[in-house]
Nanobody, 125 residues
Framework: QVQLVESGGGLVQAGGSLRLSCAASGRTFSSYAMGWFRQAPGKEREFVAAINWSGSSPYYVDFVKGRFTISRDNAKNMVFLQMNSLKPEDTAVYYC??????????????????WGQGTQVTVSS
């Protein structure tokens, strides 16, 4: 069982930056691939980024490539999402998720077994 708690969301102007953090409980954190998803009002939850168990292989959806960076610190049971050059369309609730495999088996929601409660990111124009 893994429990995930996100933090770091907030209100930022377009072009600004935010760093989201996800604190995980459980001794097996370092064995799990981790991901970030987001859900905007009236839209389905969508994949943003993922990272394998060691942090050596990040994966990004096209619309955040070059702007967002996912990383992890297994010693601290933390995963991060650095978001730069934010746009109003990045406004959403951002969710941290854990997959019970070392590499993401899927970028769909079904590929992740554990979810945090989310943190709101609002980008003003």
């Amino acid at each position: 069982q893994v429990q995930l708690v996100e933090s770091g969301g907030g209100l930022v102007q377009a072009g600004g930056s935010l760093r989201l953090s996800c604190a995980a409980s459980g001794r097996t954190f370092s064995s799990y691939a981790m991901g970030w998803f987001r859900q905007a009002p009236g839209k389905e939850r969508e994949f943003v980024a993922a990272i394998n168990w060691s942090g050596s292989s990040p994966y990004y959806v096209d619309f955040v490539k070059g702007r967002f960076t996912i990383s992890r610190d297994n010693a601290k049971n933390m995963v991060f999402l650095q978001m730069n050059s934010l746009k109003p369309e990045d406004t959403a609730v951002y969710y941290c998720a854990a997959s019970e495999s070392r590499y993401p088996s899927s970028y769909a929601l079904s590929g992740f077994s554990y979810w945090g409660q989310g943190t709101q990111v609002t980008v003003s124009s």
